[in-house]
């Protein structure tokens, strides 16, 4: 038996008992801290989880907008009057503020943020109480909220010691932390589809809830919780980052996994979209099957097998979703491809070169965008057509990712076409919208489609080189859905996927990262850089302007020509609100971005937002491709 195995049982015969306060603020009185939705849920669901008499056993008090004077009389209550063997646990989930020495506040409901000392829990303080107020040798701090590291400023912790030094329990201090001061701490639903909870408190759940988090003697120990916190946090946010701060002896255990597999049932969130009444949504969960069945969990791989052998079996089935199922598992089936390299060097999921070409179904050229900070949005000191969805400028860290040379042309549409027989948004309802140049008005024109962008008497014969137009974003999402089933994800880094770029992603791709106004330079556009109102009234070939028009990673018709949809669902104040997230896709709304010839030179900065409705189609709708190794939830 292992000295941890001893440890557990000795545990189960003692008389330590778990504390935990949880303290969650969704609502402010001060307008100026915005009305945050996941901390109730956050407190709710991880209480929940403490609680369980199986994992964790605690006697947990929760707090929800509840004033300063309350939260602070309970936090001293939780640390005054125990024992030496007891753990307490304090969790906040809120706004994070700093004071003007830039030190940590939490938030509560009378919070002023311009006064935190006054209604704050500020981080000496909360020092202090446990510090002073509690002989408890081992506590948890966690800290669900922006600027939550700022916490840990000056403090020189130690690692994590080897289990060997185990007496009952681990003694000390541990502080969990969602964030750097550095970077935000993200909602769950902005992520993860339905999600009610904060990113960071998800994991933290799943990780005790599942058991995923425990070793191999089933202590889910505070070391062990932080890591798998960060995997699955960065991975799903790239650019928020959990920190941890340890000063103790041995290890804190804070919770029991049950004896359950981990990660073994496919997610509930996967699930529901099978089920989906819209069948795009379904066909985008059947290629997220056909991504666990290829990926390294042999566990989830079966469970992913199962289900697709399960659909196909399904009579009652789309034929859409039917033949993206028939695909997936064609593909399966299929040798995998040689490696592009096999140097130790290079990694499998790491692009190989700055483009990467594809030849089936399609010719295809991707440029590699690499990881970083760009300038998004406008500045008005520098762009006098700068908008105010535009403001502010901003830096977000966008990770690295490909996007296509050019939109998708006619001609590759023609095939997506041929071989899923697609019916596109227009087909169903019969209709188009087409510019009336004459008269200066759009007009629905029945008969208008991606054949015949401007109704009856057109055509694209002599246009399969142009950018494909009168496509909806729910058509350009089922392109992308399609593509991630040929031969052209053979081409791809492993693990990396299809899908429509995010608008960060795209507006990174046009501008590169020195703030230009146009994806060439800040000069204004003429006849020779791109197509725009008034010079040809319709599309032109694409790559028509190359170089002169190209952006600075070397990308064509960045601006003009057609209005390209983003992943990203609308909202005008994006930037004051979460300037840097990928907006929820739930919505009817979704951003475009480009400017099209129809428009003036103000439409086609890099900067310029637009919007359209999700089944919104017309004959400057159009689309490009991105890939990544995350494919974005419906």
């Given at each position: ?43 709710e ?6 609680r ?34 007891d ?22 409901r ?44 000056g ?39 339905g ?44 650019n ?21 597999p ?6 509930p ?21 056909g ?61 190989p ?7 089936h ?35 977000p ?50 008969g ?110 960045m ?42 030179s ?17 004959v ?15």
């Amino acid at each position: 038996m292992s000295k941890t195995s001893q440890v557990f049982k000795t545990c189960e015969v003692c008389d330590l008992m778990n504390y935990a306060l949880l303290i969650g603020n969704t609502n402010y009185d001060n307008p100026a801290l915005k009305k945050l939705k996941a901390p109730a849920a956050d407190v709710e669901n991880l209480s929940a989880v403490l609680r369980d008499p199986v994992v964790g056993g605690y006697e947990a008090q929760t707090l929800v907008d509840k004033p300063f004077a309350v939260v602070r009389n309970a936090i001293t209550k939780l640390f005054k009057g125990k024992t030496k063997s007891d753990l307490l646990l304090l969790y906040f989930s809120g706004h994070g503020v700093l004071d003007d020495n830039n030190r940590l506040c939490l938030a509560v409901r009378d919070t002023d943020p311009d006064l935190p000392l006054d209604a704050g829990i500020d981080s000496p303080w909360l020092t202090h109480v446990m510090n002073g107020n509690s002989p408890s040798q081992p506590q948890v701090l966690i800290l669900d909220c922006c600027y939550a590291d700022a916490f840990n400023e000056g403090r020189k912790g130690e690692q994590v010691v080897s289990p060997d030094t185990f007496e009952v329990q681990g003694r000390g201090r541990v502080v969990l932390t969602s964030t750097n001061r550095f970077s935000p701490a993200w909602e769950g639903n902005k992520f993860i589809r339905g999600l009610e909870t904060s990113l960071f408190t998800h994991y933290l759940i799943e990780g005790i809830q599942t058991g995923a988090a425990a070793d191999a003697s089933g202590n889910v120990t505070a070391d062990g919780l932080f890591t798998y916190v960060f995997k699955w946090v960065t991975e799903a946010a790239p650019n928020q980052k959990p920190g941890r701060y340890v000063d103790q002896g041995g290890q804190i255990i804070i919770a029991h996994a049950r004896p359950a597999p981990k990660r073994k049932l496919l997610p509930p969130e996967l699930l529901e979209d099978l089920i989906n009444p819209r069948a795009y949504v379904r066909e985008g969960a059947v290629i997220e099957l056909g991504r666990l069945l290829r990926g390294n969990d042999s566990a989830l791989a079966r469970a992913a097998r199962d289900k697709l052998e399960e659909l196909r079996a399904d009579d009652s089935l789309p034929k859409r979703v039917y033949d993206a199922v028939e695909r997936v598992l064609e593909v399966e089936t299929q040798p995998a491809p040689m490696p592009a390299s096999t140097s130790p060097s290079a990694p499998a999921s790491r692009p190989p070169a700055d483009w990467i070409s594809i030849t089936h179904p399609f010719a295809l050229a991707l440029r590699r965008i690499p990881a970083g900070e760009f300038l998004m949005g406008s500045d008005k000191a520098k762009d006098s057509d700068a908008f105010d969805d535009e403001l502010p400028q901003h830096k977000p860290f966008v990770s690295e990712y490909l996007i296509a040379k050019t939109p998708i042309t006619v001609a590759q549409w023609a095939a997506f076409a041929q071989a899923t027989k697609h019916k596109t948004t227009a087909e169903q309802k019969g209709s188009g919208w087409v510019w009336n140049s004459k008269d200066g008005e759009w007009e629905e024109i029945k008969g208008a489609w991606w054949q015949a962008p401007r109704g009856p008497g057109s055509d694209v014969k002599s246009k399969q080189g142009h950018p494909v137009t009168q496509i909806s974003w729910d058509d350009a999402v089922a392109f992308c859905n399609w593509l991630n089933t040929t031969a052209a994800l053979k081409s791809l880094p492993a693990s990396w996927r299809f899908r429509l770029p995010t608008e960060a992603e795209w507006e990174k791709a046009a501008r590169g990262t020195d703030g230009r106004i146009y994806p060439w330079g800040d000069a204004k556009p003429d006849e020779t850089y791109c197509n725009f109102y008034p010079d040809i009234g319709d599309t032109t070939p694409v790559g028509q302007y190359s170089p002169k028009g190209d952006s600075p990673f070397g990308l064509q018709d960045m601006a003009g020509n057609v209005w390209e949809w983003c992943w990203d669902g609308w909202d005008e104040q994006a930037y004051d609100d979460d300037p840097f997230i990928t907006h929820d896709v739930d919505t009817e709304k979704h951003v475009v971005r480009g400017g099209a010839f129809v428009n003036e030179s103000w439409r086609v900065r890099c900067a310029c937002r637009g919007w359209d409705d999700t089944d919104f189609r017309d004959v400057v709708s159009g689309m490009r491709v991105c890939a990544s190794p995350v494919l974005l939830s419906l």
